[in-house]
Each structure stands twice: as structure tokens, then as C-alpha cells.
């Protein structure tokens, strides 16, 4: 049983962390379109990583403010 609930946590994080990769596609998109900055993701492997680093310093953020 909790062989099961283990699972489904690493499957759900690695979830989180795929959608937040394609949003960093997507925020990339947006400004190299939209606001002509010049924001480029070489990789997909890279943008992962770059997730995983922003959901680091988010849960870092989150601790330190305090949720309302």
C-alpha cells in the first residue's frame, strides 16, 4: 500500500516538473514574440533543469513569506 502512494507521489512530481518545463517553452515563445527579449532554451534537458531550480527557489520563497 504504500509502495502505491510513494509511486504515485514521484509520478505526480515529475508530472509538475514537465508542465512547468513546457511553460518555460511556452514563457520563451511569448517573449521571443511577443516582446522581442531573446530568451532561448537549448534543450529540453535544460529546461528541466531549469524547473527543477525554479520549483527549489519557489518552495524556498514559500517558506520564508509564509502562505496567507
Not at 527579449?37 to 524556498?60: E, M, T
Amino acid at each position: 500500500s504504500s509502495d502505491v502512494c510513494s509511486s504515485d507521489l514521484i509520478t505526480l512530481g515529475i508530472f509538475y516538473l514537465v508542465v512547468n518545463t513546457l511553460m518555460l517553452y511556452i514563457a520563451a515563445w511569448l517573449a521571443n514574440g511577443i516582446f522581442q527579449v531573446g530568451l532561448v532554451i537549448d534543450s529540453f534537458g535544460s529546461a528541466f533543469v531549469a524547473s527543477i531550480v525554479i520549483s527549489i527557489v519557489s518552495a524556498l520563497v514559500n517558506a520564508l513569506v509564509g502562505k496567507d
